[in-house]
T-cell receptor, first 111, second 114 residues
Framework: AQKVTQAQTEISVVEKEDVTLDCVYE???????LFWYKQPPSGELVFLIR??????QNEISGRYSWNFQKSTSSFNFTITASQVVDSAVYFC????????FGAGTILRVKS | DAGITQSPRHKVTETGTPVTLRCHQT?????MYWYRQDPGHGLRLIHY???????DKGEVSDGYSVSRSKTEDFLLTLESATSSQTSVYFC?????????????FGPGTRLTVL
């Protein structure tokens, strides 16, 4: 069975703080992909990143970075120097034979 | 942005009435999906389609049916709406459903069943 756990239901930070959103997954597939999506207050779902199971290199995109560790089945997402516009619900997802989403983490960034 | 629209964007209906939600894409993508989003559950797959007239069930398909008579349209029908089907419904598309490409989502439909 496939499962994605985002243990942090809600996180509040003050602007300019760094914040890490945790994602732990379970799958028996040897080939799979992991995703992060952002859902701002306007409600749309925005694709952020895709990472395959054979590539454990960390990735950085501006203030966003992702840490993939197969040894701990984790795919964590860090926002550096958070901004109010980062306030959103963030979903981690896994696709092996089907796409499974975590329950999401609400991030509130206060000015 | 992927060309995906959903209609209606908001709907309020009464228990027992039929409801049809429409997803329309202009990308000519083969794969289309319907999800529902509920607090604490993330998104859960209802049904998906891998081509015209080819559909299959997701993890929460009870009470829902789908149809795809054209590449661009994927309809989700609640034959007899219940209050438990109050949710936000998202349509998604991808050009390669089995090869792990990211899915692109429509704007969502907020359905309230009274």
């Amino acid at each position: 069975a496939q499962k994605v756990t985002q243990a942090q239901t809600e996180i509040s930070v003050v602007e300019k703080e760094d914040v890490t959103l945790d994602c732990v997954y379970e799958t028996r597939d040897t080939t799979y992909y992991l995703f992060w999506y952002k859902q701002p207050p306007s409600g749309e779902l925005v694709f952020l990143i895709r990472r395959n199971s054979f590539d454990e290199q960390n990735e950085i995109s501006g203030r966003y970075s992702w840490n993939f560790q197969k040894s701990t089945s984790s795919f964590n997402f860090t926002i550096t120097a958070s901004q109010v516009v980062d306030s959103a619900v963030y979903f981690c997802a896994l696709i092996g034979n089907k796409l499974v989403f975590g329950a999401g983490t609400i991030l509130r960034v206060k000015s | 942005d992927a060309g995906i629209t959903q209609s209606p964007r908001h709907k309020v209906t009464e228990t027992g009435t039929p409801v049809t939600l429409r997803c329309h894409q202009t990308e000519n993508h083969r794969y289309m999906y319907w999800y529902r989003q509920d607090p604490g559950h993330g998104l859960r797959l209802i049904h998906y389609s891998y081509g015209v007239k080819d559909t299959d069930k997701g993890e929460v398909s009870d009470g829902y049916s789908v149809s795809r008579s054209k590449t661009e349209d994927f309809l989700l029908t609640l034959e007899s709406a219940t209050s438990s089907q109050t949710s936000v419904y998202f349509c998604a598309i991808t050009d390669k459903g089995g090869s792990y490409n990211e899915q692109f989502f429509g704007p969502g439909t907020r359905l309230t069943v009274l």
